[in-house]
């Protein structure tokens, strides 16, 4: 069964462009869910979608957003980035809508604002 | 609000020596307790969790972690490591409802260095 996908692995941009990161949870998973790793602030949540919608937001600002697709699929852009985003976004997935539910992460995606 | 906190950035030890990773949790409400590892340059990998019942709980790799209510600790623990377990740990926790679902809390973080 392959795990959790995310594309690119790497990205490098400058201020203010935007960019969109991709994620392809296991198969048969539902529930998918984003988080910012960062030295100083560590692993942040950003959102977590299920069926398409979004239940769950941390405390980021409205330049991040997400989507989840039919498939399950989700992807996550962030608009008019600053330097401060520079971070690994890894991307979990997980069956349905238990909190106690095993999170299953990707390797996430080196983002690089320069 | 929920918080975690890991008390030690940093553990060094020699394998084949036991180690002990500390967190503590603050929360108003019922948490689930959970200890994930990230090897570098992966993602995170579930350890083990704290649902409920007996307040021992293992896992895999050998680790076990044990609940303490009183103390609100939930300590990750390996009677003998191997160079392998050479990692960060992160502790977390979780808040029962539909609404919180997929977010976790984490805290910042132990390294683990295993020694030759």
């Known amino acids: 069964k392959a795990g959790v996908t995310q594309t690119p692995r790497y990205l490098i941009k400058t201020r203010g462009q935007q960019v969109t990161l991709s994620c392809s949870p296991i198969?048969?998973?539902?529930?998918v869910s984003w988080y910012q790793q960062t030295p100083g602030q560590g692993l942040q949540f950003l959102f977590e979608y299920f069926s398409e919608t979004q239940r769950n937001k941390g405390n980021f600002p409205g330049r991040f957003s997400g989507r989840q697709f039919s498939n399950s699929r989700s992807e996550m852009n962030v608009s008019t980035l600053e330097l401060g985003d520079s971070a690994l976004y890894l991307c979990?997935?997980?069956?349905?809508?238990?909190?106690?539910?095993?999170?299953?992460f990707g390797s996430g995606t080196q983002l690089s604002v320069l | 609000a929920q918080s975690v906190t890991q008390l030690d950035s940093q553990v060094p030890v020699f394998e084949e020596a036991p180690v002990e990773l500390r967190c503590n949790y603050s929360?108003?409400?019922?948490?689930?307790l959970f200890w994930y590892v990230q090897y570098p340059n992966q993602g995170l990998q579930l350890l083990l969790k704290?649902?409920?019942?007996?307040?021992l709980v293992k896992g895999i790799n050998g680790f076990e972690a044990e609940f303490n209510k009183s103390q609100t600790s939930f300590h990750l623990r390996k009677p003998s490591v191997h160079i392998s377990d050479t990692a960060e740990y992160f502790c977390?926790?979780?808040?029962?409802?539909?609404?919180?679902?997929?977010?976790?809390?984490f805290g910042q973080g132990t390294t683990l260095q295993v020694k030759p």
């Open positions: 198969s048969g998973h539902r529930s």
């Open positions: 977390a926790v979780s808040v029962r409802g539909s609404s919180n679902t997929g977010k976790l809390i």
């Open positions: 979990a997935s997980s069956w349905g809508q238990a909190t106690n539910e095993k999170l299953f």
């Open positions: 704290y649902l409920s019942g007996s307040t």
């Open positions: 929360s108003s409400v019922s948490v689930y």
